[in-house]
């Protein structure tokens, strides 16, 4: 019954974005097949099965810790808060450590191999958003998670939060020309995450948030110009099957040449 319903949220999914991208193109051009759609779709089918297992392993042996030394007092406190401002709270507190996870995969040579594999989409769309290396979502997303759940915040609060970054993320990689206007500056949109995956000098370690702008704002690292970006991808030597995606960060060579995050005299594109 779960993966009948998964299957139901994917073509709806699928009927919701596509149409969209053809009637809203950012790069009109691009195909709907487009290059590795086939590699992405493995990704959007079988990757949600070692994440969940690794975020349920992860979360739940961290928080056997962490009820131990967080007093009671501060769950009762934020869930007599109302909903609604819990779960404005929930995704400020999550979309801070995902930010911050993020960031930490630019800055790690090991972690970046991992993350590379997100950067290596040359052709923004959907679908894209789902090629992400299990150990990277599973770091990621506890970073995210945890915090939340340490300080109590009720089931529907995290639940919304859950629901708007899955829409965001999906929105954000599309290949669509949405504006956002001058809301562009509070909540991430398809213009502020393009320019997180151009491979652009300029836009090298930017716009790390998955939700708020407003982290990137307060810390240095927001990028965000009125054109588009006109390249997408990493110079990193990032094999094209899924398979072998799973295998690069661990086989792939050390730092060096074009493998890594960028450095500062400029030789190597995230």
């Not at 052709?123 to 997303?141: C, F, S």
Request: proline share 8%; charged share 15%; hydrophobic share 50%.
């Amino acid at each position: 019954m779960t993966e009948l319903l998964n299957l139901k949220a994917i073509l709806i999914v699928a009927l919701i974005f596509i149409p969209l991208e053809r009637l809203l193109p950012l790069h009109a051009g691009q195909k709907v097949l487009r290059k590795h759609w086939i590699n992405d779709v493995v990704y959007l089918l079988f990757n949600g099965i070692p994440i969940k297992l690794g975020l349920l392993v992860l979360i739940g042996s961290l928080m056997i810790g962490i009820r131990a030394v967080i007093p009671t007092e501060v769950e009762e406190y934020v869930q007599a808060q109302p909903i609604w401002l819990q779960a404005i709270e929930a995704i400020l507190v999550a979309d801070l450590g995902f930010y911050l996870a993020h960031r930490t995969f630019h800055a790690v040579p090991f972690l970046w191999k991992f993350h590379a594999i997100h950067h290596s989409i040359e052709e923004m769309d959907w679908l894209a958003a789902h090629r992400v290396h299990p150990v990277d979502q599973i770091l990621t997303m506890t970073a995210s998670l945890l915090p939340v759940l340490a300080l109590g915040f009720a089931g529907p609060a995290v639940a919304i939060y859950a629901i708007v970054y899955q829409a965001q993320s999906l929105l954000i990689h599309s290949n669509t020309r949405i504006g956002f206007g001058p809301l562009k500056w509070l909540l991430a949109s398809p213009q502020f995450h393009h320019w997180h995956h151009a491979n652009e000098r300029q836009a090298y370690d930017k716009n790390f948030a998955g939700q708020l702008p407003l982290w990137d704002a307060l810390l240095g690292t927001l990028h965000m110009p009125e054109r588009m970006p006109k390249a997408y991808g990493c110079d990193d030597p990032v094999p094209s099957l899924y398979h072998q995606q799973l295998a690069y960060p661990i086989r792939s060579p050390g730092r060096g040449g074009v493998s890594g995050p960028p450095q500062p005299s400029g030789d190597v594109r995230p």
